[in-house]
């Protein structure tokens, strides 16, 4: 599997990028200042070395997962366990939460210009908070299966369990782009929780240990995170508790996983696989 994977992900980077249509050219990601590259580009097989542990609610059925002010946004799902949290990051402590109704089962969550915006899974049906407060804002539409979310600054980029990322504009709530992943070719389905990441989409697959890298212009994985053994020492319980959830501090370069109900938040270095 690793091996195979290897393969395609060299002959995923010889593949070159589409062209720009109209569309794109409305809702340009806004890219950060230019930075070296972080050393973990130019690897396309990645392992990694956990820096840090943090203390998670293994009551948490971690359904999205991002930093905001140096803090943790999550959201979480279960029919009548559905909330959105503001967490102290060292501690694990729900600074605040806002719960929804037990019809709702949450699912990814991303923040953009002082919002938060949390999918559900089956409801088509998506909130906004403020990001300060978490008190509910709004709501918005969306057809099919709500998974993961996260954003480039311009666009809200969600998964839906499928190969396809779609691409929706904050304002208006429409679709304006769906991106097909593939490596070496093929589908890579079950995409979930996502996390843009220094210009490329890092997507969790659901039930591996596996976070894809994908290029958001042309849907190309560029590279695989191996992350086996992660929680080896935390003992699964509950064959759903899978690795779903992806953190980035843009600002610092670090990195965090954790998974549902994991007791733990794993700050990571990505190294070099062979
Ligand atoms: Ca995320």
């Known amino acids: 599997m690793k091996l195979g994977l290897f393969y395609m992900v060299v002959f995923a980077l010889s593949v070159t990028a589409c062209q720009k249509k109209p569309d794109e050219e409305a809702h340009v990601p806004v890219v950060a200042e230019a930075t070296e590259d972080p050393d973990w580009k130019t690897h396309p097989m990645l392992g990694y070395e956990v820096i840090r542990e943090f203390p998670h609610d293994s009551g948490a059925f971690t359904q999205g997962l991002l930093l905001s002010q140096g803090q943790w946004i999550e959201s ?31 699912e990814g969550a991303a923040e953009m210009d002082g919002k938060i915006y949390q999918l559900t899974w089956q409801s088509q049906r998506g909130f906004i908070y403020d990001s300060k407060t978490l008190q509910k804002l709004d709501d918005f539409q969306y057809q099919g299966e709500g998974w993961g979310l996260t ?12 190969d396809r990322l779609r691409y929706i504009d904050p304002k ?6 769906e991106l097909q992943v593939r490596i070496g070719g093929k589908p890579v389905n079950l995409l979930n929780e996502l996390e843009f990441i ?46 779903n959830g992806i953190a980035y501090d843009p600002k610092t370069g670090e990195m965090f996983v954790t998974g549902k109900c994991w007791p733990k938040i794993y700050q990571i270095r990505l190294v070099p696989q062979k």
């Open 76 to 106: 979480t799902g279960g029919y009548g366990t559905t909330s959105i949290r503001r967490v102290e990051r060292e501690t694990g402590k729900v600074l605040m939460k806002t719960d929804l109704p037990a019809e709702f089962f949450g």
């Open 151 to 162: 954003n480039d600054a311009s666009s809200l980029i969600m998964s839906n369990g499928s």
């Open 198 to 243: 220094e210009g490329e989409i890092f997507a969790n697959v659901w039930h591996t240990d596996q976070i894809v890298r994908i290029n958001p212009k042309d849907g190309n994985v560029v590279g695989v995170i191996e992350l086996a053994g992660i929680d080896a020492k935390e003992k699964r319980r509950d064959p759903e508790h899978v690795l």
């Open 172 to 177: 208006t709530f429409r679709v304006w782009r």
